[in-house]
């Protein structure tokens, strides 16, 4: 029987030790490493209506004094625009609020610095004030950020980004027959710039819509019927009435079907009179037009074509 080397063993087992050493090292770095300073997005409300105003706060929890930063952000253009970017009280003597782009969604390299005093606690950056322009869920998030310590050296800095719902309507309760508009909203699931669902407020539930000659046909209670009708032109959502709709629907062919009849009948008129104009002109003269002209000219004495007639001899 082979015996098993004694060295090989030894050597087998100082290796094992070294990797479970070098794993516990690195999940003790990562666990009991330094720690990290966070920056939170924080909206002023998380639902807003299209031609609204909110505010974002961007807010930092520093692990040290914080002696400067800079940081960009992005934004879904369709959806909301920037108006307006204010410093946090801790950053107004050196504040810069980057470049406003709302062509591409972004605020560029917004930055600032302080000589002291340094702020050590929780505290607000800056404040961005947005408008919403479209219904839809907007995303908001914070690209090249970068914080210094007091003596301007980069300290480790994370960042939790946030989202906005931006709905088109909200009105009071839905009951059917009643003429207010249903508790909810429309939402631009995927950005398309058409609306997929209903919201209901009151239910909580996403309800089916469906798009009908530029218009959304709503079923706000889900019970699979249609109750009311939005126009995104105007505005305006009405109770849905499917027969005066089908009327409608019945009545356009009709009127399109009569029109073009009635330019028909116009062209068909004005073609007989002027065949008929036509053959007038070409017709030859009746036959009793003709015998009565012959009869008058033979009962018409004619002259004498002499000049001096001789006078008859008595």
């Known amino acids: 029987m082979r015996q098993q080397n004694p060295l090989k063993s030894y050597t087998v087992g100082i290796f094992t030790l070294i990797l479970l050493t070098s794993f516990f090292l690195s999940c003790s770095n990562t666990v009991f490493g330094e720690e990290v300073s966070e920056i939170n997005l924080i909206p002023s409300s998380n639902q807003i209506l299209v031609g609204q105003e909110f505010t974002l706060t961007l807010s930092i929890n520093p692990t040290e004094a914080i002696g400067g930063w800079s940081l960009s952000l992005r934004f879904n253009q369709a959806l909301i625009q920037a108006t307006n970017i204010t410093p946090g009280i801790d950053w107004t003597a050196f504040f810069n609020q980057g470049e406003i782009n709302n062509l591409n969604g972004t605020i560029a390299e917004i ?42 050296q980069t300290i480790p800095v994370s960042s939790k980004n946030t989202t906005v719902t931006i709905v088109e ?29 209903f919201h209901n407020n009151e239910t909580e539930n996403d309800t089916t819509i469906q798009k009908h000659n530029n218009r959304y046909l709503i079923d706000s209670d889900g019970d699979g019927i249609w109750d009311y009708l939005f126009d995104p032109q105007t505005k305006e959502m009405t109770q849905y009435h499917p027969t005066s709709e089908a009327e409608q629907q019945d009545s356009t062919p009709l009127f399109i079907l009569g029109s073009i009849l009635g330019v028909i009948l116009i062209f068909f008129v004005i073609f007989l009179l002027l065949t008929r104009k036509k053959k007038n ?3 030859p003269l009746p036959q009793s037009f003709e015998s009565e002209k012959l009869v008058m000219e033979k009962a018409t004495p004619k ?11 008595k």
């Open 111 to 152: 930055q600032t610095w302080s000589t002291g005093p340094y702020p050590t606690t929780t505290h607000t950056l800056c404040s961005i004030r947005f408008q919403a322009i479209y219904a839809g869920i907007c995303h908001l998030s914070i690209e090249q950020v970068q914080v210094t310590n007091t003596s301007f």
């Open 303 to 313: 002259k004498s074509s002499t000049k001096n007639p001789r006078k008859p001899v």
């Open 281 to 283: 002109k070409s017709a």
């Open 169 to 197: 309507t909200s009105g009071g309760n839905d009951s059917q027959g009643s003429n207010e508009e249903p508790d909810g909203y429309l939402t631009d699931t995927d950005q398309d710039g058409i609306y997929d669902t």
